[in-house]
């Protein structure tokens, strides 16, 4: 018997598996089981990738308890199943997305460790929607839907996705440009072959009101409709005057479900009108410290303030649009081959104004020292941001299996063709204007005196890419697999603007006034990129391998958001070269407990070279370099067949190899990289209905960025979080959960910004309650 097995599931279907191992299965079920395995053995390859594509129409389920455990990912990039891939790679099933609670990309995250939004931005911008950091560095911009890349600076929600794939590591051979830490791809709900509606009703802290609906419609016996939708209304627990509003629709349509071809279109529309966080003053936190000295009698023991106080104003908002359209074709050939092409436009406009401050020496006003109820500060760094990004993209990809002598091979080769744009309208304050300042302690949203408007500062990039790839996975015998792949971008970027003369950053006026929009970049750079990996596994046993795999992709200037700078120090300056990242890997997994529960080690190490840093004449050159390794375990799946688990932890012993420090605190540590976390869920299902679970969530201290502020923190302390969760079924149809979160009411902070002006208070105890309904 060969070693190279594998369990032929279909992913992305929201369908639990089937287990034949049980002795309580029944009789007739097995028998169905087993005979559907023999058809599938005598089948042609085509018959069993159309059997495989109508098992979202089978709703039998042989099992009890969630499902958290994935085969594959849903990309056919990946030629192999989880067990048999030389990478770290995450999955997030839709099951525990629900058993959780989680409503949005960021919340669903905390399942892979060391995964999240610990950046809370610059010292007047504030870092909104999935600003999320990955081993040591920001992979906010290395977020993909169904393979296909997402742009915005958005939150994004869970509503329409069956899973969320975290792909650790280098990415670009996968996907192009990323980040060094790698790449997240959520994969969207589809229409299957059966009739079913499911949906939620929800009500928690802050009169946080959710509801969803999900309904399937098999239409005749080759066809399905599906149509996904949202509504949410309330505030943020633990928040002050922050408000999560937002509802969305997703419809999808599939015909040919079950035959050779298969084509599926989808929508997506989803508004938000959202008040965003900018955050809590970091006073009273350890490290902090006055930044005028004489005043540090008073300040310096002062005491924290509270996490939940709001210092923005009635007008903040972050009203968000985002859209997209996606065809995509399947089509299996007789010999096995099966192409797949996709088609996407999409857009997301944002239009955003947040209330930001900085407690400096010149900011923080103090009438009486002894008295901190009069202490006030200035609202001075109002951000604006009206931005439309927009893309199309048509992918084709072509999967094969076949011989060359005695080995086997599995190809996926295939071409992408983009076209990405950004378009920023300028926004500004006018007169010299400004709000009311803020009392520390109590501030109020009530604020009055700015004026704002549009000026004639704008800017537009456009990013063209034509990409060609193939991987190839090469099993020589019954224990040795060879995978590699090779991608080659041409990416052509444009990039113009006007920007608002003086002030810290911009440049000089002249004689016109300040504020006056005057040419900024106007610059076109073009190159190419050639992106690699390969891994070797050996498999001691059917259900594990042992692998090592090493990986090479880089971003050039403007990759992350489309913008070219003219700034010396900037990677986006276009007279610099792309950053490279290098990865190695060496690991082993191992499926357990009849194929139940997928369990993984690896050690890694990766570094960043081309980074910029500035040379002893003052000037920048890309001779910095930096590098995070580590160990990361997982382990995913059930230990029985009541009982799953979800569960990982990660070290990331971060370093600037060469360059200037990156953390305030002066060691050459990465900033926003907590050294050990660690995340675990589990659930038990009881007897009669009662379904019980609990989690924790730990991260270390956190580091922030360098700069030139007084007094702030150098770090946050780490912290540990306990939630759970009790769900009882009244029947099959209905069911009642209720999830606490930070079940000990921990008081901790979440992320910080750079100065160490602001930070983002972790969610304190709160609770939601869900009413789910299924038929």
């Given at each position: 018997m060969s070693f190279i097995k594998s369990r032929k599931h279909t992913v992305s279907t929201g369908v639990r598996r089937m287990s034949l191992a049980g002795t309580t299965t029944a009789t007739l079920l097995t028998s169905l089981a087993l005979a559907q395995s023999a058809v599938a053995a005598d089948a042609s390859p085509v018959a069993q990738m159309t059997d495989a594509r109508t098992l979202p129409g089978i709703k039998v389920q042989a099992t009890r308890g969630a499902d958290y455990r994935a085969d594959k990912v849903e990309s056919p990039k990946f030629t192999q199943p989880l067990l048999d891939t030389p990478q770290t790679i995450t999955v997030i099933s839709k099951d525990l997305i629900t058993d959780q609670g989680a409503t949005t990309l960021t919340e669903a995250l905390r399942n892979s460790p060391g995964v999240g939004t610990f950046y809370a931005g610059e010292n007047g911008a504030t870092s909104t929607g999935d600003s999320v950091y990955m081993r040591g560095f920001d992979a906010s911009s290395s977020i993909f839907v169904d393979g296909v890349r997402d742009l915005g600076s958005i939150s994004r929600d869970v509503f329409n996705i069956e899973q969320i794939e975290v792909e650790k590591g280098p990415a670009g051979t996968d996907n192009g440009r990323t980040s060094a830490g790698g790449a997240i791809n959520m994969v969207s709900k589809q229409p299957f072959l059966a009739n079913a509606v499911s949906g939620s009703v929800s009500y928690g802290d802050a009169n946080r009101k959710r509801v969803t609906a999900d309904w399937n419609q098999a239409i005749g016996e080759h066809a399905g409709f599906r149509l996904n939708v949202l509504g949410q209304d309330g505030g943020v627990s633990g928040r002050d005057g922050v408000e999560d509003n937002r509802w969305g629709i997703a419809p999808s349509l599939a015909f040919g479900l079950g035959t050779p071809t298969r084509v599926y279109l989808n929508l997506l529309h989803v508004k938000q009108n959202n008040v965003p966080d900018g955050g809590v003053a970091t006073i009273g936190l350890p490290g902090y410290s006055s930044p005028d000295p004489d005043l540090r009698p008073w300040l310096d023991n002062a005491p924290r303030v509270d996490p939940e106080n709001f210092y923005g104003t009635d007008a903040?908002?972050?009203?968000?649009?985002?859209?997209?359209?996606?065809?995509?074709?399947?089509?299996?050939?007789?010999?096995?081959?099966?192409?797949?092409?996709?088609?996407?436009?999409g857009r997301t406009h944002q239009d955003y104004l947040l209330t930001s401050f900085m407690y400096s020496a010149a900011n923080l006003v103090t009438p009486d020292p002894a008295d901190p109820s009069s202490w006030t500060v200035a609202r001075s760094n109002p951000t604006f941001k009206d931005n439309t990004n927009t893309i199309l993209t048509n992918q084709t990809n072509l999967t094969a299996t076949f011989h060359t002598g005695a080995v086997e091979h599995a190809l996926s080769t295939g071409i992408e063709l983009t076209r990405e744009k950004l378009s920023t309208t300028g926004i500004a304050v006018l007169d010299g204007s400004a709000w009311t300042p803020a009392n520390i302690y109590h501030p109020t949203p009530h604020a009055t005196g700015l004026a704002w408007g549009r000026n004639d500062?704008?800017?537009?990039?456009?990013?063209?890419?034509?990409a060609a790839y193939a991987f190839d996975t090469l099993k020589f015998g019954e224990q040795w697999l060879l995978t590699g792949g090779l991608r080659l971008d041409h990416y052509k970027t444009e990039f113009t603007s006007r920007v608002p003369c003086g002030g810290r950053r911009?440049?000089?006026?002249?004689?016109?006034?300040?504020?006056?929009?005057?040419?900024?970049?106007?610059?076109?750079?073009?190159?190419?990129?050639?992106?690699?990996?390969?891994?070797?596994?050996?498999?001691?046993?059917a259900n594990g391998s042992i692998y090592a795999d090493y990986a090479v992709s880089a971003q050039p200037p403007g990759g992350a958001q489309l913008q070219l700078s003219s700034?010396?120090?900037?990677?986006?300056?276009?007279?610099?070269?792309?950053?490279?990242?290098?990865t190695a890997e060496l690991g082993t997994k191992w499926d357990l407990l009849g194929e139940n529960l997928l369990v993984s080690a690896a050690v890694y190490r990766t570094e960043v070279s081309n980074d910029i840093a500035q040379g002893d004449d003052g000037l920048?050159?890309?001779?910095?370099?930096?590098?995070?390794?580590?160990?990361?375990?997982?382990?995913?799946?059930?230990?029985?067949?009541?009982?799953?688990?979800?569960?990982?932890?990660?070290?990331?012993?971060?370093?600037?190899?060469?360059?200037?420090?990156?953390?305030?605190?002066?060691?050459?540590?990465?900033?926003?990289?907590?050294?050990?976390?660690?995340?675990?869920?589990?659930?038990?299902?009881?007897p009669f209905g009662l379904s019980l679970a609990g989690g924790a969530r730990y991260a270390g201290q956190l580091k922030r960025g360098t700069?030139?502020?007084?007094?702030?923190?150098?770090?946050?302390?780490?912290?540990?979080?306990?939630?759970?969760?009790?769900?009882?079924a009244i029947n099959k149809h209905f069911n009642l959960q209720l999830n606490v979160y930070n079940l000990f009411d921990k008081t901790y902070v979440s992320a910080i910004n750079k100065s160490g002006y602001r930070y983002t208070p972790g969610t304190p105890r709160s609770a939601m309650l869900t009413a789910n309904f299924r038929f």
């Open positions: 903040d908002h972050d009203h968000v649009k985002a859209d997209m359209a996606t065809l995509r074709i399947e089509h299996d050939f007789a010999n096995g081959a099966t192409l797949h092409n996709t088609t996407r436009w500062a704008d800017s537009n990039g456009k990013t063209t890419t034509e911009g440049p000089d006026c002249g004689a016109l006034a300040e504020g006056t929009a005057v040419p900024g970049v106007n610059a076109t750079v073009s190159d190419n990129l050639l992106n690699w990996k390969l891994g070797v596994v050996y498999k001691p046993a700034s010396a120090n900037s990677a986006d300056n276009p007279a610099f070269d792309p950053q490279k990242a290098r920048y050159y890309q001779t910095a370099k930096k590098r995070v390794s580590g160990v990361e375990l997982t382990a995913v799946g059930k230990l029985s067949e009541r009982w799953s688990v979800s569960t990982g932890f990660t070290t990331m012993d971060t370093t600037v190899l060469k360059g200037a420090v990156v953390s305030q605190d002066g060691s050459d540590d990465l900033a926003y990289t907590p050294k050990y976390a660690f995340t675990a869920w589990t659930t038990y299902q009881l700069d030139g502020a007084v007094g702030t923190p150098n770090y946050t302390k780490s912290y540990t979080v306990f939630d759970a969760m009790a769900s009882y």
